[in-house]
T-cell receptor
């Protein structure tokens, strides 16, 4: 299984600011995804991070609000832009396994609180 | 990708008892996966069962799949307090590896 490191693990942010979350994987992986988990809710897929090209966003999520980079097969960033209290969530990076059997591996998440 | 629906939404048992949670889905799948999430942490992959499999075991976990009924069940035997977590099923039908998660089953194991 892949080992995934996310930074920061938690942060408290001011309304209107932006924060970038980093996801580092210890091996090259095919697919990387970003999920959001709002308080008391299940996970919602934000986008698929594509290596060397623009991310593929799910319905309801846009690049201006959640710009994503993926410069190589082991690293991705998610920026939450112009934050509001509604953006207070846990943001999770996930990746496919090296053998691409279909399972996903998740980072520990980044818990953001927006005041 | 399609979303599974877990049932029950919450389950409370005593340590040592077995816990069974169910998952239903709507369209045909290639595989179905179960995940665990401890409070506020990342998800942990538990087990993957393929559409041509009917039952799979991993330690104290037993997963069944009935594709005719479009349902799956996860059984945790001899539960422990450390099994307290939310459990999610994720049916997967395509090759894009995207998974969609439902509300999950919150399992509480009381010592």
């Amino acid at each position: 299984s892949a080992v995934i490191s996310q930074k920061p693990s938690r942060d408290i942010c001011q309304r209107g600011t932006s924060l970038t979350i980093q996801c580092q994987v210890d091996s090259q992986v095919t697919m990387m995804f970003w999920y959001r988990q709002q308080p008391g809710q299940s996970l919602t897929l934000i986008a698929t991070a594509n290596q060397g090209s623009e991310a593929t966003y799910e319905s309801g999520f846009v690049i201006d609000k959640f710009p994503i980079s993926r410069p190589n097969l082991t690293f991705s960033t998610l920026t939450v832009s112009n934050m509001s209290p509604e953006d207070s969530s846990i943001y999770l990076c996930s990746v496919t396994g090296v053998e691409n059997a279909g399972e996903l591996f998740f980072g520990e998440g980044s818990r953001l609180t927006v005041l | 990708s399609q979303q599974g629906e877990e049932d029950p939404q919450a389950l409370s048992i005593q340590e040592g008892e077995n816990a069974t949670m169910n998952c239903s889905y709507k369209t045909s799948i290639n595989n179905l996966q179960w995940y665990r999430q401890n409070s506020g942490r990342g998800l942990v992959h538990l087990i993957l069962i393929r559409s041509n499999e009917r039952e799979k075991h991993s330690g104290r976990l037993r997963v069944t799949l009935d594709t005719s009924k479009k349902s799956s069940s996860l059984l945790i035997t001899a539960s422990r307090a450390a099994d307290t977590a939310s459990y999610f099923c994720a049916p997967s039908g395509g090759s894009n590896y995207k998974l969609t998660f439902g509300k999950g089953t919150l399992l509480t194991v009381n010592p």
